[in-house]
Every structure is written in C-alpha cells, then in structure tokens.
C-alpha cells in the first residue's frame, strides 16, 4: 500500500509539472526533474557477499546520482519511472570486518526540493580500530564514539545497569549484566550523553576479568553543595532529606530540591517512605529538571518519620557482657568459633544493648582482601560474653551508637562509659572519637599525640592496656543528629608487648570488657544526659507538635514518568491543547499505576462514592476516568466526575494547623471551549473549601493554564484524610457544559 501511494503521488507530480510545461514556449522548456520520488529512504548490507538491492525512481524529467565510492547505482541517470539497483563492495580484509559504514545516495532532479535521498549502511566490526581508553578518557569522548576499556571496577549495579569507575572518573552504563559489586571487567561500548552526564548509551560487550570488592571516596554532601551543583559528571555523592512524593527533599535556605532514584534496586528504594528522614549516597546521574537531580543509589539509610515527637526518657542504652547473656547475641556478632570476614565494614554485625534501650556495638574495618591475615580477622563473642575481635589493623575502629529515633537538636550532651582492653600482641596506638553532628571530633579528655615508637608517624589519643581500663567521655552535639556516635579507631601497628609492628593481622584480641560481677555500672553506656529544646518533634514546655514549616506529605507525580514515557502521554497543559490521553482504568500497561497509588495511601472518588481501588475494576462504561498526562493526572470526562482522595497525613504526631497547596486547571473542548467549573477541597467529616479559576470563561478566550491553590487546615491529625474534587459531587454532571474535567499536580502539605 505504500508503494502504491507513492506511485500515484509521482504520477500526480508528473501530471502537474507536464500541464506547466505544456503551457511554455518550447524553447523554455527544461529536461530536468522537478520531483524525484523512490520507494526505499534506507538500505542496510551484510559486509561481506553484500546482496544487491532495487529501488524504483519515480520522477517528471532527467535525474542524476551521487554515490559514495563503496556503491555501485546502475542506471546511474535516467527519467521517468525506472527500477535501479545499487551495490555495495565488501567491508572486510585479511583481518576481518572493517568498521562500520554510513553515507547517503543522492538521486536529483534540478533543485533541492527533487531529491531522493537514501541512508546506506554496511554491517561493520565497530571496535576495529577503537582506542582502548579508561574510564576518565571516555567520559571526554564524543557522542557515538566507539571505545574498549581493558579494566574497570564495578561500583554499583542498578535494575538497568551498572557504575564503572577507573578511580578517578565515574561512567553509568546502560545495560543489563550479571555483574557485582567490585568486580573488575572490561567493556567494549558506545559513548553517549544522558541528562548531561557521560554514559556508555550501547554496552556490545562485558567480560569478567575478576572479584573483589570498591572502596569508594569522600562524598560529595549535597546538603552542603546542592545550591550550586553542576551535576555535569557520575560523582559520588550523600544526601539527606525527608521522602515527599517518592523522592528525597533537601532544603537549603528555604529552597526545596529534589533527589530522584534512578533504575533503583527494590531494596535501596525509598518508594513508600513517604515522611520519613532518609540519608541517600551514590552516584549524581545529572539535573532532571529544575532543582531535580538524579542518583544511582548504592546505600539508602531510613531513620523513621521526620516528625518525632521529644521522649520523656532521653537516649539511653546499656548492655552486660557475662557468660550468662552472650548466647543472645553471639550468633549477631560472630559466635564462639568467630566470624572470619575480610570485607570492609560490619557486614551487619553488631552487639545490641542487652540491658535498655536501642544502641549498637560495631566493628568497622578496612578492606583486608589484598591483605594475608593468616585467618585471623575474626569477630567473637568469648565464653565470658564478652564482645573480641582478632587481626585488628590500622583503620579498623569500634563503633558505639544509639537511637530513639529523635534528633537530637546542637546543644545536646551526650556520656559514654566502658571497659576495653587488648591482648600482648594486640595493637596499642587509637583514636577516641566523637561525632558532633557534622564531624568525627577527638575525644576532649584524651589528649591528641604524636606516635614515634612504632617506627612511623600517627597521631593518637589512647593507649590500649592489656588489663581492663574504663573509657569515659562527655561531648556536646554541634549540629542535630539522629543517632550520636563514638568510636574508638586503630591508627598505628604496634604491639602492646612493645615488640615492634606486625608482619601481618595476627591472633591478638581487642575487646569491649565487662568485669563479669553484677555491678550496676560496668557493662558499657551510651546517653543523652541533656538536651535543649528543639529537636525534630519538641520545642521545649512539654509542645512536643511538629514544627512549622514541616513537610508532612508532597508528591509532584514525578514518579509517573517512565509510565508516561512509555505510553506516549500528552502534556495538555503546557501544549495548551487537548489531546488523547490514556485511562488508567482501562490501560493494560498502565494498571501497575492504580497499585502504585494505593500503596502511597491515595483513594479514589468516583462522584459521590469514594472508592477503594480494590472495587475500581477496569470496566470502560462506568465512568471510572483517571487519564496519564506526562507526569501528572487528568479526571473526569463527559457526564461524569471523579476526583482523589490523598493519603491520612501519618506524619502529624499531634493536632496542627497545615497548609495545602497543589496546581490545578479545568479543561476545555476543542481550540478554547472551557469547562466551566469549581474545584473542592474537603476535609472528611470536617470543613470544605471551594477553589474558582482566574482562566477565562468566554469562548475562544479561554486557555489551559496552571492555577495554584491554597487551602488552611486546622485541627488535622495523623489520621485526617483530604478530598479533591468537582464541587459538584454527584457522579453525574449537571451543569452547562455536561462536563468536570481537570488536571492536577504538585501536592504539597506543610504545617503552618
């Protein structure tokens, strides 16, 4: 059918130029084409034995070709309608394919506008004369061009691929492969741009070179550095906030910015924390739209809801160490028999507080997979309970913590108390630390000095006995924190015997101690003794209500995106045109979006009856219209309404004033034929308030245009549900129009 179209257009333009022609005097008559038509625009060969292929030219005079040197056109002029084949010559040489080629075909009458152009290709080895580059070079390259890289390291793997990193520049390749954290691998591919970031757009090949493990560098705090962050490169990077419409806000100066998961792994996603505080640290993915970064998550930290309210008991946890309580935490830390890991970091052990409270006993420590530690590097909870590690090394460390889930606002003291001590040949020379909120600060009681006897230079604050000694410390917060930390860490290798350093990690034990009596006071303590009002849920007077300005819910809808993208959604308001937009209800593909919605607390309301999705089965005859926009709904259609009911504001810990704020727009018919109608804002079994539009109401004047809303609550709860919907709530329209259709976007909740 398309051939044949193309025939009669042809005809039609050849017909038309003969009738111009006829009209002229023969001796002003020209030959040449005036319209050169083909019924082929591409053609692809193998690159070897490439087959010949045909096109046929459709045109109204005398045309000529231009072919690159590899093609062969024959005829390579002519006139009229003629079939004409072109050949391509062999890609290949002693040592196989050559690169790959492109050129075009150009067959033309006597102007620009009688041209037929056709794209050729030839199959191609594209890594035939590629650079073998690192990482840092391929970020520097031009789009589309070829590279090999020998060796990487795997830095973190997403649901659609992977971070590649030489250590010194970062690359996200777009591609699904088996791989790991720390592998090392080598890559042929494709460079490209994405969202203003180098990327490999096209992974051909990734091979296994071997296992191991990333150390990854410093990150970036975006806390501190958002406001003018280029996100031009993959950069490691942290970022802490509270969870509003599926992404992490981060508030700067009163500047609201946004931090969006991409191709997130399911268990590193924040997807259903609405209101909780979460500290998020990856690679920076580029700017996606204004105040909108993207991040390639390799550890998200959730640290509970955002609003706390202030405990009447402050932080406070306490453990025994006796042979009686280790049988309920030594499978935790590494048993009897020992915990032999090498890899940096707990692994996830740790000693919980036995006695009171939410603390924790860790035990950090370096990558010692390139190191021989004879076996040695092992966690174990001896037969008097007491918590002990072996091939302890410089950078190790001790890690006490604790948490009631309240921030503790600057200002807070904070004591810690207990018993340690090493074996002969354990190691001497560490640092007592604590963190202040924003730093790892040196322990005020211990004075800092200078290590010489190990032969090598570090600075400590702590000697390591070989009999129980009691470490004791006081500090102050110098900024809110969540969860206070100590830690003591290991900065030199030197034996306590005074024998010298160590070869290698040996059988030496350090220990957190205990002296085995049922004293009251000598398993260790970690507490908060004072703290001034102002913390994440207090303000001091007993108010232990949010605090103004608190986000308790927001969603901008940003989260629709890959639906949106996926199914070709029109944006209605920004096109001021209507288009057709896909139902939800009735949409296959667009089905896991109802899930979505009722796992973030949303609730549908058709006319009157507000509905559980659970009841809004897919049926296209009963009114239940909930359109996909590009990132953002529609409601409604002729005859009937429908609106949305948002999730209970779970984050209030007590009764507050809150404003609602949220965009919205009626909709219209044709070029500018308005929906005329009013928006309502109802609280359940409380106030409601109805919302006009500044659009204009007069045909042929009327424009789709984002209107702002804002609504005062008072009185809401954690249990206090919001409706947004038609003022007219039967599902039946009844108004001029027969019509109640309107988009809405960017919900936000904050406590006045």
Known sequence: MKRINIIFKAVALILASSAVLASCKPELQDTVAKAVLGDVSMMHFAAKNPAEQTVTVYSDGDWHTSAPSWITVTPDTGNGVIPVTVKASENVDANGMLEPRKDTIIISGNTLASRLIIIVTQEGDSYRNADHLSVSKVTGLADGKAFII???TVAAVTSAGYVLTDGTANVYAKNVNDVNVGDKVSVKGLKGTANGVPVISQVDECKLLSS?????????????????YKANAVEYVSASGVVAGGNLIVTVNETEYSIKQIDCPEELS???????????????????GANMFGILTTEMKDNGPA???????????KWRFTATTMTAYQDLFGGTAGKLDTSEGTGGLYVPSNVEGNGKIEYWQIDKSGIDTNNKASRIIGGTGHPYVTGVWPGDYWLFSATDNYEYPAGTNLHIKYLTRVSATGQRYWMLEYFDGNEWQPADEYPVSTETESGTNAQ????????????????????PCREPMFRMRCVANAQANDKGPLAAPNGGTCRIADNGDDGEDEGPVFEVTNAPAGGS???GGGNTGPQPGTVVFEDNFEWLEPYASKAGAPDDVKDNSVGSSPNIFTTEALMPILAELQAKGYGYIWGGKGLEWSTAEPDSGNGRTLYLQKNYLKFGKSDYNSGLILPALSALTSSATVELTFDWCWCMTGKSKPDIMTLTAEVAGGESTELN????TADDLTKLEWQHASVTINGATA???????PTNSDPYVSNTRGQNRWYLDNIKIVVK
């Open 307 to 317: 609003i706390v309210p202030r405990p009447e008991k402050l932080l406070y946890a």
């Open 150 to 152: 020998d060796d990487a």
């Open 693 to 696: 539009s500044t659009q204009p």
């Open 537 to 539: 849920g207090g303000s």
């Open 212 to 228: 191991g493990s990333c150390t990854y560098p410093e990150p970036v705090d975006l806390n501190e550095a958002i406001a003018g």
């Open 460 to 479: 400590y604050n702590f000697k390591e006995p070989t009999s129980n000694v009691a470490v004791e410390c006081v500090w102050t917060l110098a900024a």
């Open 270 to 288: 924040i997807s259903g924390k609405n209101g909780n505080k979460v500290v998020l640290t990856g690679y920076s993915c580029g700017l996606l």
């Open 719 to 725: 249990d206090t549900r919001i409706t947004l919907r």
